[in-house]
């Protein structure tokens, strides 16, 4: 029986982290918003609103959200992402359970516009069947992979999300969706127990 799989994008496609941090900072330098701990609390992935009321609660507001938007998406979706790296055999790996028959699609929190322009410069557009991300349809993930399973008409028991985060897992789940864990993102191990099945290497999905 063939499957469906879900990928995330950050920390289980490719190691994004740099760029998105230095975007983050520039994005709160235009701000004003100052948090001298960023690096040792900041954690790539979550939706921007998430990372902002985490960073800074009292400053928090709808306003301040669209705001950080607007200054991230201008640093970070056309620097070229030069400090971005794929991880190794990841998109071999993709490929190969496609030549087998299965349906590959990217399913991430992160903005459609970087992440489209991602995709075409690493050539995941070429093998992914379509990338689907949260600001399409202003849902967060667990919502998102509904609206995957709805539009592709797939039913729960043949896919798989692969992630590296809680927020991937507990998505899944929402979903009666099966989750595999990856060792080499930014999830924790306590997050990682949250999956139905971790790997350390790519070779095993």
């Not at 998102?144 to 729960?156: K, S, W, Y």
Request: net charge negative.
């Amino acid at each position: 029986m063939s499957k469906a799989w879900f990928f995330d994008l950050d920390g289980t496609l490719a190691d994004t982290d740099r760029d998105i941090r230095e975007a983050w900072k520039a994005a709160m330098s235009d701000l004003g918003l100052k948090r001298d701990d960023f690096d040792a609390v900041f954690v790539a992935g979550p939706p921007i609103d998430v990372m902002l009321q985490n960073l800074f609660p009292a400053e928090y507001t709808p306003e301040l959200v669209a705001k950080m938007r607007e200054a991230f998406g201008r640093h970070y979706d056309h620097d070229g992402f030069p400090n971005t790296r794929e991880y190794p055999g990841v998109l071999d790996r993709v490929r190969r359970l496609k030549a087998a028959g299965d349906r590959v699609f990217i399913v991430t929190n992160k903005r459609h516009a970087g992440a489209a322009i991602m995709g075409r410069k690493f050539g995941w557009d070429k093998v992914f069947e379509k990338l689907y991300t949260g600001d399409m349809y202003g849902v967060k993930k667990p919502e998102l992979i509904a609206i995957v399973l709805r539009e592709q008409g797939l039913q729960p028991e043949s896919c798989v999300m692969v992630g590296d985060t809680l927020n991937d897992f507990t998505a899944a789940r929402a979903n009666q969706v099966s989750s595999v864990g990856v060792a080499w993102g930014y999830g924790t191990p306590d997050e990682l127990r949250a999956a139905d099945r971790m790997i350390e290497r790519i070779d095993d999905l």
